[in-house]
């Protein structure tokens, strides 16, 4: 989809959203996956970066597969029930934490009586079944793999409480080289509209893709929830972030958000 327009494109696999900005600037990637909160605290930061294209959103549609699951024997219920507990994070300010404090700061719960500790996804149903922490936040594969051993169950699939279709994940640029390279901009976005396509027409094909890209195993491709895609970001989308990240302290001012997006 991208060759047939003109791109060569060679996608890089990076260990950590955090550094997806800082590769930007320094050139050495030029589109990135951030996360928003990722993305807010760059601009904060200094950084030059700015969004020019949506990619996976919210799906409120999608109540399975993910949430905070808490160990068997917890006795968790409710958000306030998390209070003095310890619940693993993939990674601390990133996009399922930040969400879940909201979640909990909506439900009446104070996020900061919360003892979040970072657990890798793919060790989360080890460390919870140790007992090392309470709860998690998942999502597929890895949260039916808890949920089938018993080691833990859904206390809430808390992203469905959060506003529909808000942005996961934006693609993003330095902006000098956005400004440069319009045309393939407009090639990347075509080529993404092109492929949101075939994975609503074709998801059995798509998850077989999945595959050949990840080497999942079979079993653990079919559990995965295909995303849902937008390629057009609102200013409204960062605002809502921004003002996330702010209640969290994460940033201490707002951003012009109707200048971070390209279109």
């Known amino acids: ?15 950590l959203n955090s550094t997806i900005p800082s590769a930007l600037v320094g ?12 993305l807010l605290q760059a601009v904060e930061g200094g950084l030059d970066v700015v969004v020019i294209a949506g990619g996976a959103v919210n799906d409120v549609r999608n109540t399975d597969g993910a949430g905070v699951v808490a160990r068997i024997g917890t006795g968790i219920k409710s958000p306030r029930d998390f209070e003095g507990r310890r ?30 500790v970072e657990v890798p996804l793919a060790q989360a149903g080890d460390i919870l079944k140790s007992g090392n922490v309470d709860a998690v936040l998942v999502g597929e594969p890895f949260y039916s793999r808890i949920v089938r051993a018993r080691t833990g169950y859904l206390v809430a699939p808390y992203f469905i409480e959060m506003p529909d279709s808000l942005f996961a994940i934006y693609y993003s640029s330095n902006t000098d080289w956005a400004k440069r390279n319009p045309a393939a901009i407009k ?22 893709i999945l ?5 999942l195993p079979p079993d653990v491709v079919e559990s995965v929830v295909l ?37």
């Open 211 to 215: 595959g050949r890209a990840t080497r």
């Open 1 to 15: 989809m991208f060759a047939k327009r003109g791109l060569d494109v060679t996608p890089v696999l990076i260990a």
């Open 87 to 116: 619940v693993g994070v993939p990674g601390l300010g990133a996009y399922m934490h930040v969400m879940f404090r909201r979640w909990l700061t909506e439900h009446g719960a104070d996020y900061k009586k919360v003892n979040f």
């Open 187 to 208: 090639a990347f976005r075509e080529a993404l509209a092109e492929a949101s396509a075939y994975l609503a027409a074709k998801p059995a094909l798509s998850r077989q």
């Open 27 to 38: 050139g050495s990637i030029q589109i990135g996956g951030t996360t928003p909160p990722v």
């Open 227 to 263: 995303p849902t895609l937008k390629l057009t970001v609102p200013p409204s989308d960062l605002r809502w972030w921004a003002e996330t990240l702010q209640s969290q302290g994460m940033i201490k001012a707002m951003p012009n958000t109707d200048r971070l997006v390209i279109n």
